[in-house]
Structures are given as structure tokens and as C-alpha cells.
């Protein structure tokens, strides 16, 4: 049974930054392709990033390119969504997921398993 759970949400002043955290268990991180989507108030949930670790190819939502990476750490079997300049328009819900595509993947269909997402609001 795999199990993704978020963390690290909460509020900061635009142009600040913030880290999510997606700690998974049950199987390596490594095993899967990893994105972030997030959804906000009354908007339909939109892709973040992704990333496929075995090749490190990656893919990015252009409104964040440049502003948002992400990392893992195999001995804490957590990936990381590090955002940076962040601007009031990032305030959404982030949740991760997990696929087994064989390459990062914008359609929440590429991913089978989701956490239940974290709160990042974004004052300007």
C-alpha cells in the first residue's frame, strides 16, 4: 500500500518562499514518476512538475518555470517541492502523486496514487 502524505504548507508574503514535503511509504520514491499538481479556490486542479528520477527528465507548468524545483531524499523516502518568488497567484491546494509512466506527465491520468494535499496561501 502506498501512501503519500504532504506537509509544509502555509502562508508567506509573495516574493517568499516555502518547501513542501511528500513523504512516501511503501516503496521507493525512485520507482515512480513524481509531479505536483495543485487546485485553486474554484479552479480545477492544474499540473505543477514532474520528474521521472531513473532518467532525471522533468517537466514544468511555464507559470512556474524558473521559480519551482524539486528534490528527493532516498533515506527519508520524501520528495521535496521547493518554491521560490512565490506570487499570490501559486495560493492553491498542493498534492503530489506517484505513476509508473515511463515519463513525467502533466495528466493527473499518468498517476495512480495522491496525497491529500497542503494549503499554500500567498499574500501579496
Known amino acids: 500500500q502506498v501512501q503519500l502524505v504532504e506537509s509544509g504548507g502555509g502562508m508567506v508574503q509573495a516574493g517568499g518562499s516555502l518547501r513542501l514535503s511528500c513523504a512516501v511509504s511503501g516503496r521507493s520514491f525512485s520507482s515512480y514518476i513524481m509531479g505536483w499538481f495543485r487546485q485553486a479556490p474554484g479552479k480545477e486542479r492544474e499540473f505543477v512538475l514532474a520528474i521521472r528520477w531513473s532518467t532525471g527528465s522533468s517537466l514544468w507548468a511555464d507559470s512556474v518555470k524558473g521559480r519551482f524545483t524539486i528534490s528527493g531524499d532516498n533515506a527519508k523516502n520524501t520528495v521535496y517541492l521547493q518554491m521560490n518568488s512565490l506570487k499570490s497567484e501559486d495560493t492553491a491546494v498542493y498534492y503530489c502523486?506517484?505513476?509508473?509512466?515511463?515519463?513525467?506527465?502533466?495528466?493527473?491520468?499518468?498517476?495512480?496514487?495522491w496525497g491529500q494535499g497542503t494549503q499554500v496561501t500567498v499574500s501579496s
Open positions: 502523486a506517484a505513476g509508473y509512466a515511463d515519463r513525467p506527465a502533466a495528466a493527473e491520468a499518468g498517476y495512480i496514487y
